[in-house]
């Protein structure tokens, strides 16, 4: 097996397809946070500080489910190896292999951003959830907090929280989340991959382990803290033996719900994921390969709306069938509840106590 590099997804740098386009890369408006001297291909991690202009963006994917994400960074150590967000790094002048987890830009600027969207006359309290893009809990957050102050702000405003993520650290604002839990305003989505801890450490090799998200699982739960396991991705022939036993465990911890999406490598994450393939699992690499691109109409990726994140085809069936099997075995009367965004109007405009 070729040489792999320790601790990342990505095994290579992967080009900027905008590159032929830009005449001058000027790095003059970041701070670096990283220590002088630093080879410029040691395999550390850089984080940068970047100064945008809003934080909060509306979602124009219909088949995402959901309106307006916020992202505290942009780019994540956590290195999942399939990740659809690796495209977007190319956006802010960096490739999506090993740059998007070497590289990750910081928007210290996030919790006053959010605040001036909140008093926004224009904004209406549609629910906002955290990362949709990149964790907003990948390893910086342990150092900066910067996903807890935004936090802070949505318990103020009382206003409708979503949060996605793959790590335990979660756990660390559980108190902030009881507390938007009595205004029924928040809902938590965790990703589980996997329940092989073998897996999800060639996959995802920074994230918290499975044992530490199962536990995230039964402790919001215990708390009625509305949790939806997201399978995803699906990926045939590595995880997609595992629906029925992952949506019974997750069941039997509290999840509410469980959803899937079906790999899809679209844009640059095609040639990363088949260069890790090749070297981490040499043997299976053609086959997994080939039934990917069977759930997408022959390629590695299919775009169309509505069939981008489920697939086509027989080997897509299946794993729908298994996970309507799953959920009705196991999670017969499964659902996430909707967040409540009166007490946020409230605040916003108390004369409507009035009325």
Not at 155 to 165: E, F, N, Q, R, Y
Not at 192 to 219: C, D, H, Y
Not at 243 to 248: C, Q
Not at 268 to 276: A, L, M, R, T
Request: charged share 25%; with cysteine; net charge positive.
């Amino acid at each position: 097996m070729p040489e792999s590099i320790h601790g990342r997804g990505a095994q290579k740098q992967q080009h900027n397809r905008f590159d032929e386009f830009r005449h001058e890369t000027r790095n003059d408006y970041l701070n670096y946070c990283h220590s002088e001297g630093e080879a410029a291909d040691d395999n550390h991690t850089k984080y940068l500080d970047v100064f945008p202009k809003t934080f909060v963006n509306k979602v124009t994917s219909p088949d995402v489910g959901m309106g307006y994400s916020a992202n505290p960074y942009q780019g994540c150590e956590h290195g999942c190896v399939y990740c659809y967000a690796r495209n977007s790094h190319e956006y802010w002048g960096y490739g999506p292999g090993l740059d998007f987890e070497r590289t990750i830009l910081i928007k210290k600027n996030a919790p006053q951003l959010l605040e001036e969207k909140l008093k926004s006359k224009a904004w209406n309290g549609d629910t906002i959830v955290f990362s949709g893009n990149t964790d907003c809990y990948q390893p910086i957050e342990r150092k900066l907090e910067i996903t807890r102050k935004c936090l802070e702000v949505m318990l103020k405003w009382k206003h409708p929280t979503g949060i996605i993520t793959k790590n335990a650290l979660i756990l660390r604002d559980l108190e902030l989340l009881k507390a938007l839990n009595e205004y029924n305003a928040i809902s938590v989505y965790i990703s589980i991959t996997s329940l092989s801890e073998g897996i999800r450490r060639l996959l995802e090799p920074r994230t918290a382990s499975i044992k530490k998200r199962l536990q995230v699982v039964e402790t919001l739960a215990k708390y009625d803290i509305p949790v939806h396991v997201m399978m995803a991705p699906i990926i045939p022939s590595l995880n997609s033996h595992e629906i029925l036993p992952l949506v019974k465990t997750v069941a039997n911890l509290g999840a509410r719900s469980v959803g899937y999406t079906v790999v899809r490598l679209n844009g640059q994450i095609g040639p990363i994921f088949e260069d890790w393939l090749r070297k981490t699992m040499p043997d299976r690499a053609d086959r997994i390969l080939h039934q990917i691109a069977e759930c997408h109409g022959g390629q590695l990726n299919d775009s169309t709306w509505g069939r981008r994140i489920k697939g086509s085809g027989v080997i897509s069936e299946q794993i729908k069938s298994t996970m309507a099997l799953a959920k009705k075995r196991y999670l017969p009367e499964g659902g996430m509840p909707s967040l409540c965004v009166d007490h946020y109007l409230q605040i916003k405009n108390p004369q409507l106590g009035l009325f």
